[in-house]
């Protein structure tokens, strides 16, 4: 198993005996196997162990047992102490999403706060089998069926290639002890009914079912990579990319011969669920809206509109005389000229005599109302304005304006106001500027 371990990291991470890693132990076999193999290949390494206090004094003594193992190793060891069932309750987490969150978190800590390269974990073959049954089980696409990949950040796992079985020969072989866990003997954890129930059925059925299982995970993922290209390229046809959103021509989109598939792919990481509601989307009436945790999902007549949800609407940013450059929710630069050249919706120049400083950057509110430029001075509600532009929801709730007071200077992007515009007796010319 060592040659193997060590010629599976030459191939897949050729660069890791520069690297400074930060290895995951919690004491169990897994871990340990992997701390033995990193201090036999000579790959420079520090241990980071979490201790979740979930069983009891056998919480204590697993961190106890990795201490002791750094020691007699002389490995640097990194611990903290979690109450994972408080933090579960206060944030309504189950105990495992609760831990996990709490531990990744904590390792991400570390690799950033002493200049680690990579955090390494023992997550295994047997693992990706669980993965893969619990994605299948629960509906998936392929991107589900790919097993665990063995990189994603800065998270790499060395043993992905490796069964449980493997592990436990080369520990037996090397006399390794370890800390056994007493909830893996239960059925108290999905995971746990696959490991004790489905695998065994599947191995008898197949004595050979680890590497006709990697076969398969090596097929799926070149699928998938089939599928990924497939998907950017029918991408740039179909989706328009806009500055605050993204716009899908529902058009062009049901030329393709499966345009849900395609739907699927550019949705799914953006945390969207409810499928059979977003193909409905297609064909339903203007301002549909289907919601993730962080973006929503519009019909708006030709397209279907992906942003990201509006937070707080009443942010707003002050803009002081000589401020040159603005980063808030959008990048506005702004410099006094002697003339102006010709002015678009990006593009406005006013008479800054006429402005009250600071400037606000704001949301629009219900009730707003200014002075179009070009219509002679009668006013608008900008309600009505964007409903004349034909704005969609998203687009609305995406809008900007540049404040004097309680004057709005510019909708940004869209129309100035006429009662900032330069005329003959202007001597101070403001050029404003929205930079995509």
């Known amino acids: 198993m060592l040659l193997k371990f060590q010629n599976n990291i030459v191939h897949h991470f050729p660069s890791i005996h520069s690297k400074h890693l930060l290895l995951a132990v919690s004491g169990g076999i897994d871990s340990i196997v992997l701390a033995a193999l990193f201090l036999k290949s000579n790959l420079n390494f520090s241990i980071v162990h979490c201790n979740f206090n979930l069983r009891a004094t056998e919480s204590d003594l697993d961190q106890k047992f990795v201490e002791a193992y750094c020691l007699e190793n002389n490995i640097q060891f990194f611990t903290t102490s979690f109450d994972t069932k408080a933090f579960a309750t206060d944030y309504k987490l189950s105990t495992q999403i609760a831990a996990r969150k709490l531990r990744y978190d904590y390792f991400y800590e570390v690799l950033q706060k002493e200049n680690f390269d990579f955090i390494a974990t023992a997550h295994h073959l047997d693992d990706s089998v669980e993965t893969f049954i619990i994605n299948l089980s629960r509906g998936t696409g392929i991107d589900g069926l790919t097993g665990i990949p063995l990189q994603n950040d800065k998270i790499i796992r060395p043993l992905l290639n490796f069964s449980r079985s493997d592990i436990e020969k080369f520990a037996k072989v090397n006399n390794i002890n370890w800390r056994e866990d007493a909830s893996n003997a239960t059925d108290y954890y999905v995971r746990n009914k696959i490991r004790h129930h489905l695998a065994p059925i599947l191995r008898e059925l197949n004595p050979s079912f680890s590497n006709s299982f990697q076969q398969t995970l090596q097929n799926l993922q070149q699928a998938q990579s089939l599928v990924d290209d497939a998907s950017r390229i029918v991408y740039k046809k179909v989706v328009e990319d806009e500055v605050d959103y993204k716009k899908i021509n529902i058009e062009e989109l049901k ?60 942010s707003e940013f002050r803009i002081h005389k000589g401020t040159a450059e603005v980063n808030f929710h959008i990048k506005l630069l702004l410099c006094k000229v002697s003339k102006p050249f010709y002015s678009t919706n990006k593009t406005i120049f006013v008479d800054d005599e006429k402005l009250s400083y600071p400037l606000t950057l704001r949301r629009w509110k219900t009730g707003d109302i200014f002075h179009p430029l070009g219509m002679n001075g009668k006013s608008k509600k900008v309600s009505k304005f964007f409903k004349d532009e034909k704005l969609s929801q998203i687009e609305k709730e995406n809008a900007w304006l540049l404040c004097s007071g309680t004057e709005i200077i510019w909708v940004v992007g869209l129309r100035a106001d006429e009662r900032f515009k330069i005329s003959n007796t202007t001597t101070t010319l403001l050029q404003i500027d929205l930079i995509q």
Do not use: C, H, M
């Open 255 to 314: 030329l393709l011969p499966n345009y849900k598939a395609y739907l699927y792919q550019w949705l799914q990481p953006l945390g969207f669920t409810a499928w059979q509601d977003i193909y409905d989307l297609v064909d339903a009436e203007s301002g549909k809206k289907i919601l993730s945790e962080q973006y929503q999902l519009l019909k708006n007549r030709n397209y279907l509109i992906i942003a990201p949800k509006i937070g707080n609407s009443t």
